[in-house]
Each structure stands twice: as structure tokens, then as C-alpha cells.
């Protein structure tokens, strides 16, 4: 059953899309695509405009956490496009930042990946 049906918040959204991430990822190891590559990639805290679901208040906190701890957009981009100059040769890896990831996982992290791929499909 898919979550966030009701009782939406940012940070839950937020929380999902990651573990969505994740589970493709896992997917895409068990299951090669082809010749298709793919590169997962996370910028990690970057200074963006924070808009959306943010009430004044976080957002006021999120813009002065921004200001002194987040990467630049120019930087945070820097990685992909050395990442698309120079693609890995393997069929998935994972990168946080310029920081390769291994890509490993449980038998619950590959069970919620079929469970995964089996809702997407009969979407």
C-alpha cells in the first residue's frame, strides 16, 4: 500500500521520495536495464530557494541554516557534469556528492524493491 495517502507534511514527502530513491536503485542492480547506465546522485544540502511546503517559520530556519552550512547550486552541480563527462562503466552506482557509494543491501531492502516495482508496474 503506497504511503502518504493522507497527513502529507514535507518532511514525510521528503522521507518517501528518498527511500523511492533507494529502492530503485536496488531495482536497477537486480535488474540491469540494458546498456543503460545510471548514475543516482545526491547534492546534499544545497542553497536553493526552499520554497513549497515550508511554513515562514522553517523557512526563516532553513534559509540561515542555508546561508552558513549548504553548497552553492554552481558547485553542487559541478560532480554531474563531471559525471556526465566521464560516466562510470558499471550498470548502477550511487554518489554522494563526489563520494562513491556502495550499493549493497539487505534481503528486506531487496524485498521492498520487487514490492516496489510490482506497484509502479500495475500503475
Known amino acids: 500500500m503506497p504511503m502518504l495517502t493522507r497527513a502529507f507534511t514535507a518532511r514525510r514527502a521528503n522521507q518517501?521520495?528518498?527511500?523511492?530513491?533507494?529502492?530503485?536503485g536496488l531495482m536497477l542492480r537486480e535488474r540491469p536495464a540494458g546498456r543503460i547506465r545510471h548514475v543516482l546522485?545526491?547534492?546534499g544540502f544545497v542553497r536553493t530557494s526552499h520554497a513549497g511546503a515550508l511554513s515562514r517559520p522553517?523557512?526563516?530556519l532553513v534559509?540561515?541554516?542555508?546561508?552558513?552550512?549548504?553548497?552553492p547550486v554552481d558547485r553542487?552541480?559541478?560532480?554531474?557534469?563531471e559525471l556526465i563527462d566521464q560516466p562510470p562503466q558499471c550498470q548502477v552506482s550511487a554518489y554522494r556528492r563526489r563520494h562513491r557509494l556502495r550499493l549493497s543491501?539487505?534481503?528486506?531492502d531487496l524485498a521492498d524493491a520487487e514490492r516496489l516495482?510490482?506497484?509502479t508496474e500495475s500503475l
Open 117 to 119: 516495482r510490482k506497484v
Open 41 to 43: 546522485y545526491n547534492p
Open 16 to 24: 518517501q521520495s528518498r527511500r523511492a530513491n533507494e529502492l530503485l
Open 76 to 81: 553542487a552541480v559541478e560532480p554531474i557534469v
Open 58 to 60: 522553517a523557512r526563516a
Open 63 to 71: 534559509s540561515a541554516l542555508a546561508a552558513v552550512a549548504a553548497t
Open 105 to 108: 543491501a539487505g534481503a528486506a
